[in-house]
């Protein structure tokens, strides 16, 4: 089974940018799909950013010009590039790798923005 290890939350001002990493134990390529979702107290936990493995990108409309998903395939690691960062997006950001009848999480990383 794949093991996830997200890094990069912290706390951050309103308009300001982070980087998640998501650094996985295999090779990401062995997924069909890669994925960021976040999960805000007292609510479900829904995707923002998804990256198929032919390169198709998809957003939340949230974060629609705001996040970039990426990745470096020979560093088995995705990433989130998340600029314009608004209050509403205070969450914990999980990683996922999902392919045909299977899905491994992280165990998350703190993201605040407050000023």
């Known amino acids: 089974q794949v093991q996830l290890v997200e890094s990069g939350g912290g706390l951050v001002q309103p308009g300001g940018s982070l980087r998640l990493s998501c650094a996985a134990s295999?090779?990401?390529?062995?997924?069909?799909?890669m994925g960021w979702y976040r999960q805000a107290p007292g609510k479900q936990r829904d995707v923002v950013a998804a990256?198929?493995?032919?390169?198709?990108?998809n957003y939340a409309d949230s974060v629609k010009g705001r996040f970039t998903i990426s990745r470096d395939n020979a560093k088995n690691t995705v990433y989130l590039q998340m600029n314009s960062l608004k209050p509403e997006d205070t969450a914990v950001y999980y990683c996922?790798?999902?392919?045909?009848?299977?899905?491994?999480w992280g165990q998350g990383t703190q993201v605040t923005v407050s000023s």
């Open positions: 990256l198929t493995k032919g390169g198709f990108t």
């Open positions: 295999g090779s990401i390529l062995n997924f069909g799909v």
């Open positions: 996922n790798a999902a392919s045909r009848g299977y899905s491994s």
